[in-house]
């Protein structure tokens, strides 16, 4: 079965061209012309990742995304800016509001479909091969090895993994893994953690970190 992507753009052209390179990529693409739209789209057809534009009416970039984190079936959906806003503060803020990349324009559609190629290709190995833990972490080179083979991380990523498998099916609360990973002298919020949670299942595979409702995260090492 085809992997789903949503693009939301309020140009009619810019949809169609994407929409067009995309479906030779053999992706099955929906649109929707802004952010109140997209989320009843979404709804409907559950998109492996949805490509956002920032300018838009009714609902602006950052509101659809932060909108789209909050929706109990969507949450874990990627999202990918594609905008021609270039300013460093309003891409921190996309990000802040939950997105998992930002590609500014123009890009040729060369690049961009190398880079939403690479994106799903993660996407579909996310499922885990084996039920065991096979992962072993390298400290020089901040990576991890999987079974499909070796994975380099952020460092805020890393850290958080090697927290989480120092004690294995412990829970660690927010406030720990803030403290460890980023000092009680910086000031982040919940969403930043979140994220980087999402992109370590991502890469490991759903059923590494669990998640404990309104207390923390553990690492499955069974």
Not at 29 to 45: D, K, M, P
Not at 54 to 83: E, K, N, W, Y
Not at 106 to 126: E, H, T, W, Y
């Amino acid at each position: 079965m085809a992997q789903r992507i949503l693009i939301v753009d309020d140009e009619a052209d810019i949809r169609e061209f994407i929409r067009y390179n995309l479906t030779r990529e053999g992706y099955e693409i929906h649109t929707a012309c802004n952010g109140e739209e997209a989320l009843r789209v979404a709804e409907q057809v559950r998109p492996h990742l949805i490509l956002l534009d920032m300018m838009m009416p009714v609902m602006d970039g950052r509101q659809t995304c932060a909108a789209i984190r909050r929706h109990p079936t969507l949450h874990d959906t990627m999202i990918v800016f594609l905008s021609a806003v270039r300013e460093e503060e309003c891409q921190v803020e996309s990000y802040s509001a939950g997105a998992d990349d930002y590609i500014t324009k123009p890009v040729s559609m060369r690049v961009l479909c190398g880079r939403i190629n690479a994106i799903m290709k993660r996407l579909g190995a996310d499922e885990p091969t084996s039920p065991t833990d096979a992962t072993q972490l390298d400290e020089s080179r901040h990576s991890v090895r999987t079974p499909q083979g070796e994975v380099v991380l952020p460092r805020k990523e890393f850290a958080i993994l090697r927290l989480l498998r120092s004690e294995p099916n412990r829970i660690f609360t927010r406030e720990e893994i803030f403290l460890h990973v980023w000092g009680k002298e910086v000031v982040v919020g919940d969403r930043t953690l979140d994220v980087h949670i999402r992109r370590l299942r991502r890469k490991l595979g759903n059923n590494r970190i669990t998640t404990k409702k309104g207390v923390g995260f553990s690492y499955n090492a069974e």
